[in-house]
C-alpha cells in the first residue's frame, strides 16, 4: 500500500512550502520538501553600492529582517579597512538581535506550532481540554496574553531602530540612534515587564528558578503532577509525553552554529562550531551548495558561495525547490536554536539530547529555552549601555576585496558572502537557516535536514498525517529566507 | 460578515508582521469590530494543501462572496508573462490573483511589492514581478489600467516597507463602513489622508531643517536631509505623525534616512541611500514642490542666522548646549 501525500501551501510557516511525501505500509518512505517561490535578490544585489545591501537584504525576510542586517552589517565590516566597532553600537545591535529572536521563538510557540496540538486526532489525551483552553490559536487565554505581550517587547526595536521590521539602523560601525539615558530606562522596562509575562504564563515559575534545571529528570519533577500545571512549557512537555513529540521526527544529528552576539572583548555569547559527537571549530570554506535539485543552472553541481555562479532555470528537468542544498564537509546539518544550545554546552538541552536526540520535543524547548536565557542576558546588555559615549564609528569600505558576514538568526546560522569590485558589488550570496534545515537533496541523493526527520514515521491516520505537521512546525520554517 | 481572503506573492511577509503590531484597536479586536471573517490567510489559518484551493474555487466561482481580497507581495509574471515561475495550488500565482480580482468587490494591495512591484521587482526583476495594477510609476500592472473591482474601485493601495498596521485597518474600516469614497483616492490610487502629509512632517530633526544645521554622521541629532540621504521631504507618508510600534519611533527619530519606502519607484536604481547626492552643493533631489532657486536662497539665508544652539547639536549625539536664550 502506498500513497503520495502532497501538502502546497503550507500554511503557519514563513513564506511557500511544498510537501510531499509517499506513504508506505503507515510509514513516510519518502519526502521531498520544496521552496515555490522566487524573487532573485542575488541578481538584484550585483552592481548596487555595498551600503545598500543594507535596505535590501533585511527585506528578504520579514521576521528575521535584523538577522539579515547584522549579517549584512557584518559582511560590510569584513570588507572594511582595518574595522574597529563601538562598544556602545554593538551592545544595542546585541539587544535588537535578541529582541527580535526570542520574541520569534515565542510567537512561533503560540501562533504557529502549538495550534497543531488541537488537531482531532489528539482529542482523547488527558491534557487536550487545558490545551485547548489556554494554547488555541489567536483565542486561548496564554495565546491572547503572548499576542498582546510580543507587541509591547517590540517597542525595544521602536526605541532603537525606529520601525520594525526593516530598520537601517543596524550599520557595520554600530547603530544610527544615539540612545539616551530616557531610552536606555524605557528598554529596561520593557524588558522586565516581558519578563514577567514570560515566567508567569511560559514558565509559571521565576526564571531564576528554572534557570537552574539543568537536567531531564529535574525538568521532569519540576513539571510533572497532575491537573492543570502551572506553565503552558510544562503543560506542552506533559502533552507531547502522551503524544509522543519527545521521540518523533529525529533529526541528521549533526549541527552547526555562526555564532552571534559579541561580547566587549569580541568573543560571542554563543559561539560558532560545528558538533558531530563532539564539538570542532567550524571553517567557511567547508559550507558548499548544491544545485542539483534545484531550480537553478551553474557549470558545477556544488560550489562555495563566495564562487557560486548559479543563475535561475524554472523548467530545470528533475529540480523540485527554489532553495540550493547547503552542505558542511559535504554532510546534512540541522541548525536553529538546538545547535546552538548544543554547541554552547547547554546541560538540560544536551540532556535531552543525548536522551531522545533532536526531536519534535527537543526543537521546540531548545527555542523556549533560548529565549528564556535571552532574555536575562539582555538585562546585562542594557545596563553596560553608556549614554555618554557613541554609538557608531564610520569605517571605511575597500574598493575591491570580498567578505563574510556570518551570525545566527532564530532559525539558525545565516550568512552573506559579498564581493565588491570599484566600489561595487559583484557578488552577493545568501544562506539562510532554513535553506539548511529544508533544503532539497544533493548530487548524492541525501535528503535535506528536514526530509531526513520526515523519512520513517509512522503515521497513524493517512487522511490526518498530522504528525507531518508537527515535524514541519518544529523546524520553524522560513521560506521567504530560503527562497531569496 | 465580510469574507476577507489574503494571498502572499512575492515579498517578504513583512506586512503580516507589521499588521500583528496593530495596537488601537489591536488585530484580533479590529476584525471584531469590523465584522470580518478571515476566510483564509497564509500565517494565521489552520486550512493548508487542498483545503486553500477549496476555498479560493469556491470564490472564483461565485459559491461565496468575496469582499475582501487581499494581496501582500508582488506578482510574478515569468517567464514571458506565463507566470509559471510562481506555481500557487497547482496553477500560476498570477491566473489565480486575476480570477480572484475579477470578484472582488474591493482589491487591496497591501505594501509596497502588491503596490508597484518593490523591492521584489527591483532590476534586473529577475522573477518579472510586477504590482497588481502598477508597475513603479506606470499604470497597468497585471491587472491592466482598466481594471476595476465589483464596487467599481481601481486596486486600492496601502504601500511602504512594510505597510503601517494602522493604514491597513483604518482602510479596511473605510471599506466596510462604505466611507471610502473615489475622490479620496490619490493619484497611486493610495488612501490620501495616509499618503498626502510628508515624512518629514512632525520628524523632531524639523528645526535642524529649517536652519540647515544637519548631521554629518549617524548617531548626531542634526538634519539627516543635505548629507545623510534622507528622502523624508520627499517620501509621502505619515511615519512622523503617526509613529511605529507602540508610537516608539520613526526611521528619522531611531537616526537613519528616510528612503521613501511607500513611493512607486522604491528602490530606486543606483542611487546610495545614506549619502546625499549633490551638485554644487546643492541636493540634487529636493524638497516635494520646493522650486530649486527659492531652496538655495532660503537655504542660503537660514545658514546665515544658523542659532549657536542647532550648530553645535546637529553634530552632537544628544542637546549638548548649555547656553541661556534670552527670555529666560
Redesign the interface.
Known sequence: MSKIISISPFNRVEGDLKIKVKIEDGRVADARASGTMFRGFEQILKGHFPEDAIIYTPRICGICSISHSIASSNALAAISEAFVPSKNGQLAKNISHATENAMSHITQFYVYFAPDLLNHKHAHLKYYPFVEKRLAQLKGESAKIVITERKRFLEILGLIGGKWPHTLAIQPGGITKSLGSSDIFRIHGILKQFSSVVESVLLGMPAEDYLKIRSVSDFDSAFSGDGNPASDLGLFYRFADEAGLITMGKGPGRFISGGCYPEADGTPYIPSGYLNGKASNISMEKITESIHYSFFDAPKSSSNPAFDTSLPKWDKPNAYSWAKAPRYNGEVVEVGAIARQLISGDPLIADFFSMYGSTVFTRVLARLHEAVKLLQKMSGWIEQLDANESYFVRNTLKERTSGIGITEAARGILGHWISVDDGRITNYQVITPTGWNASPRDENETPGALEQALINTTIEDEGNPVEIDHIIRSYDPCLVCTVH | MKNLLCL?G?????????L??A?EP?L?TALEMLDINVAWH????????DD?KQICADFASGKRSLDLFIVEGAV?T??DGSG???????RPFLEWVRELAAVAEYTIAVGTCASSGG??A??????G?SGLQFMQDKTGGILGESYRSKSGFPVINIPG??SHPDWILESLYLITQGKLLPEQLDYANRPAHFFNNLAHHACPRNEFYEFKASAE?????GCLFEHLGCRGTQCESD?NIR???????????????C?S?TSQNF?LP??????TVTIAGIPKTLPKDVPKAWYIGMAGLAKMATPERLKTNAVS??NKYRGKGEGQ
Request: charged share 15%; with cysteine; hydrophobic share 30%.
Open positions: 502572499h512575492l515579498g517578504c511577509g513583512g506586512d503580516t508582521i507589521s500583528l503590531n495596537e489591536d484580533l497564509p500565517s494565521l489559518s489552520l486550512e493548508k494543501g486553500v510574478p515569468g517567464p509559471r515561475i510562481y506555481e500557487f495550488l497547482d523591492i521584489s527591483a532590476s534586473p526583476n529577475p522573477a514581478a516597507c512594510p554622521e549617524f548617531g548626531q541629532m511615519c509613529l511605529w510600534l507602540g508610537r516608539t519611533g520613526s526611521c528619522t527619530r531611531a537616526g537613519f534616512p528612503t519606502c528602490p543606483d542611487i546610495n541611500y545614506f549619502k549625539a544628544h
